[in-house]
């Protein structure tokens, strides 16, 4: 019913900026409930690391505080992750999540972020 895709993923310097950028197709992005970003890195488990309610409620990791920010545009369809002050142990694969109901929980593809030192 719905499908993600993520874009914005790449390789930049410790200390640069990326925005990674997740479109819904298919389901306006209105009616849903909770929006986040994960990252996985090799190895690791995946973790959270910043979410967005319909309502406007953030969190991010305690990792990423200050640095990162969440956002949606619902007339777009999009949530976005804006990273500034990029580190290396931020070099990970970040997917989107979207939930709707329990039964309407959706993942797009990944974009790798690298960041070198």
């Known amino acids: 019913q719905v499908q993600l895709g993520e874009s914005g993923g790449g390789s930049v310097q410790t200390g640069g900026s990326l925005k990674l950028s997740c479109t819904a197709f298919?389901?306006?992005?209105?009616?849903?409930?909770?929006m986040g970003w994960y990252r996985q890195a090799p190895g690791k488990q995946r973790e959270l690391v910043a979410q967005?309610?319909?309502?406007?409620?953030?969190n991010y990791a305690d990792s990423v505080k200050g640095r990162f920010t969440i956002s949606r545009d619902n007339a777009k369809n999009a949530a976005y992750l804006q990273m500034n002050s990029l580190k290396p142990e931020d070099t990970a694969v970040y997917y989107c999540?979207?939930?709707?109901?329990?039964?309407?929980?959706?993942w797009g593809q990944g974009t790798q972020v690298t960041v070198s030192s």
């Open positions: 298919g389901r306006s992005i209105f009616s849903g409930n909770f």
């Open positions: 999540r979207l939930i709707i109901t329990f039964r309407e929980d959706y």
């Open positions: 967005v309610t319909s309502a406007g409620l953030t």
